[in-house]
């Protein structure tokens, strides 16, 4: 081998290994950002019921019960192997099986699903199903791949994911990259190998198995959740008002398309590369189209709508995102973790925002939280928010045990109640616990509770 393509190897070695130690340092950063904030708020609880303290409740609940990780290889269009990492963190079964869902993106690792396993017990316990709390995914990006080689991979994974998964142990779903398309290729692999339908895995596509009214779940689930927020804190309802949304995949999309259906005017929608804005309210029908049909970027909107704003990333302003420096009366944070700063914060404050709901797992920064609480906003935190999703999946797993089948409208009512449930009771608790309007705080001393007092009844 020549010389110069030897260190040129060296070197790409060296960079890679410079990555891979550079994405561990910071990787459980998000995971002690969620801790914090749960031990913040149950502070008050911990110091009146001495039980929690003799029992190490925080300590036993900090620790997920088992980490699986795993090797998943597959062989791309080009005949070319691929390599990926596989993982599932089954955090706590103490409600209920351990229910959540995988996430594939090439940010994940063991820290993001470390943060988002600790968040579903805490969104779990809240809807009062008999739920626990669990994570998983893969650093695989199914962007820009083909439905064959999404497949491949899918199969791959469920080869090992299948030893640790069954409707009474652990019941997946999807979250980021993993929708009706995914779920469908890993329920048909766990079929084959196993040769037993049962509900393994929820958001399955509505022909075999899945729950009607999944894919809408955890958007309408928000907006559900922010109207009767909203009139608990004797504010107004969203009809006629502007609203922001981030993001533009599932939970995004079906926020929007409620708010449309109740009267209200969202006018924004981001993605990855860019945010539309557009005056006079976005067109939820092309947006499905462009997004869930044919996997394009928000760019193509402005083709068809030259009228809207295609603002991308490079023009954003310093330290925020654009979409929060819109002029409006709610907001909804719908896309990722970290995504609303407290520039972002501000600027909502000064442009007179009543209410943020988060669609998105931890969308907004401690900082962003703490401007919101300043200045006495509505604000629904996300394990409360977004917990349609996971309640219309257990509702699922329900239907599967059962052998059944329930129509669109039976399951849209229960989740409108179960959205009612938690915003009352979070309320409640906030209200018991001299911290009225605080859902945060309500949130996470109702969740832990629940759960809390369940590991002291279980024993060790
Ligand atoms: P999708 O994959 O359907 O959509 C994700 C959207 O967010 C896309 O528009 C994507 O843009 C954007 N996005 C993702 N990562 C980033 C990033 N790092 N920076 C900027 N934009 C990004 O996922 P979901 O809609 O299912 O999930 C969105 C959020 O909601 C996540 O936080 C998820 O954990 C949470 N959630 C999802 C539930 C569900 O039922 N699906 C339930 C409860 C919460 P692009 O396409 O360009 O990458
Ligand atoms: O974050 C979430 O609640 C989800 N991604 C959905 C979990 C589920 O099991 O439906």
Redesign the pocket.
Known sequence: MPTSELTKMKKKIIDEIGNFKESHRFEHDVFYQAVEEVLLSIAPLLVADKRYNINAIVRRLAVPDRIIKFKVEWMDDNQNIQVNTGYRVQFNNTLGPYKG?L???P?VNEGILKF?GFEQIF?NALTGLPIGGAKGGSNFDP?GKSDFEVMKFCSSFMRELHKYIGPRMDVP???????GREIGYLFGEYKKITSTFDGVLT?KPNFFGGSLM??Q???YGVVYFTETMLEVEGKETLAGKICAV????????YTIEKLIELGAIPVT?????GTIYDARGVDIELLQDL?FNR?A??EEYVKVHPEAQYIP?SEYPKGGHAVWNIECHAAFP????N?LTEVDAKNLVKNGCVSVSE?????STPEAIEVFLKHKLCFAP?KAA?????AV?NFEMGQNAAMQRWTFEEVDNRLKETMQYICHSVADTAKEYGVEGNYVDGANISAFKKIADAMIAEGI
Do not use: W, Y
């Open positions: 869902g996430r594939f993106h940010t988002l969104k962007k779903a999807g979250d980021i990259g993993v929708g958001g999944r894919p779940a955890t958007g981030s993001g533009a995949g599932n939970v995004a999309l929608c981001t993605d990855s590369k997004k996997r970027s928000l990333v719908c896309a990722t973790q995504e669609g998105a797992n931890m969308p996300a977004n917990a349609g999703g996971v999946s």
